[in-house]
């Protein structure tokens, strides 16, 4: 039976720990310059509604050193544009394709076109979830640490995709997850009162980003204003003005605290260039393991 990364929640802790130990084997590989391609002649649709960097190069790159290949696919260039049936699209895709990732602003478009696919599919971000980039910023605490468990993750900013996503993985894994948020800019609602009634390390949420970050391991943070939200930034840069990531708030953390952060930034408003840039840092990390841990998710599932 096929198997579908759409979220976290989905998962269960041998599946976190799966998907670690295969990035870790196809790091190393990949430092150590050898060829490994068992997906060889397999091919990956990717279908984006939205602008992607680090997403899109990861899953391309990715599949090419696995062996296959990637076909980019919009609104624009397939009849979903011009209206045709969620449906019949996914079903048909399923024909010609081994997987698809995709990322578009719908969590219930991802959702639907997994019921109908008979083919593994990826969330690759939705305005809900962003399943990939914990799973790699798990990967990368890993390395830092040498375990998730029992550490202290403190969240600084806004409650969106990314936010939501720890959420799931605190209710799955043993560690401590809080949270500092202006009111009214929590994570969903319905997926934090899940997390803190599952969460065995425990799931907070402070309205003062000291709180949160007092000896913590990791202090994570996301931009202010996420896409699609371009046209609130200047109201937003008020609401979060004093949940800025800065070597004040650092000096509340552990003495060896890392920091986080998953791109792109706005230097400036929600991290300062001296933290972003800082010894404490592990931000490109962060962003390079996209590349190993998606291909992780890709062997795996295709």
Known sequence: MKKDLLSLYDLDRADFDTVFEKARELKRIQREGKTYTPLMGKTLGMIFDKSSTRTRI?????????????????????????????????????RYLDAVVIRTYSQKFVEEFARYATIPVINGLTDLQHPCQILS????????????????????????????SWVDAAARLPFQ???????????????????????????????????AAQSADVIYTDVWTSMGQEGQREERKKVFAGYQVNEKLLARARADVIVMHCLPAHRGEEITDDVIDGPHSVVLDQAENR????????????
Do not use: W
């Open 58 to 94: 990861s899953f391309e790159v990715g599949i090419y050193q696995l062996g296959g290949m990637a076909l980019f696919l919009s609104n624009r260039d397939t009849q979903l544009g011009r209206g045709e049936d969620l449906s019949d699209t996914a079903r048909i895709m399923s």
């Open 137 to 164: 910023d798990l990967f990368t605490i890993i390395e830092q640490r040498g375990s998730y468990e029992m550490i202290k993750v403190a969240y600084i900013g806004d409650g969106n995709n990314v936010a939501n």
């Open 177 to 211: 997850l809080v949270f500092a948020c202006p009111e009214g800019h929590e994570p969903d609602a319905d997926i934090l009162s899940r997390g803190m009634k599952e969460a065995k390390g425990g799931i907070r949420v402070y309205r003062d980003p000291r709180e």
């Open 291 to 302: 590349l190993h841990v998606q291909k992780a998710i890709m062997s795996i599932l295709i």
